[in-house]
């Protein structure tokens, strides 16, 4: 099941930016689901609000504050990352908005809750989806 644009809409209000279109279009068509073991956070979608709920939004706003204050005694900042999907045990894949790829759109990066450290893996969300053996 996918979504629709209002349901972006409304997440990209909420975030204070705007997704993606690689992102988006991938939403459209497939919000809720995942990438073989790689859970990509859907947007809420008030016509399946269970499978919808734990929500990029969602996890912005709770989860991924509460790992960032694991940093806050550093001067490391990560207000530019969007995490998109959680790989492993905390670790995330997140959008960079302060690096664009080739697209326009936003890098994909690897944001590890130990170190911090971020890793660019691919120049968009569509060439992240196109990645040989991509997680998941």
């Given at each position: ?8 809409q ?9 997704l ?5 279009d991938?939403?459209?068509a497939?919000?809720?689901?995942s990438?073989g073991?790689?859970?990509?956070f859907?947007?809420?979608d ?14 912005f ?6 790992w960032?204050?694991?940093?806050s005694d550093?001067?490391t ?27 326009g ?14 890793d ?17």
């Amino acid at each position: 099941m996918g979504t629709l644009s209002d349901a972006i809409q409304a997440a990209e209000k909420e975030l204070g930016r705007t997704l993606p279109k690689s992102f988006s279009d991938w939403l459209l068509a497939n919000n809720g689901k995942s990438l073989g073991a790689l859970t990509i956070f859907p947007v809420l979608d008030a016509r399946d609000p269970r499978k919808t709920w734990e929500s990029i939004v969602h996890h912005f706003k709770k989860d991924w504050q509460e790992w960032l204050e694991n940093f806050s005694d550093t001067s490391t900042d990560f207000s530019a990352l969007l995490p998109f999907a959680e790989f492993g045990t905390g670790d995330y894949y997140c959008f960079n908005y302060a690096v664009n790829g080739q697209t326009g759109e936003p890098v994909v990066v690897l944001w590890s809750h130990e170190t911090g450290e971020i890793d660019q893996v691919a120049e968009s969300f569509a060439a992240f989806l196109a990645m040989p053996g991509r997680p998941g």
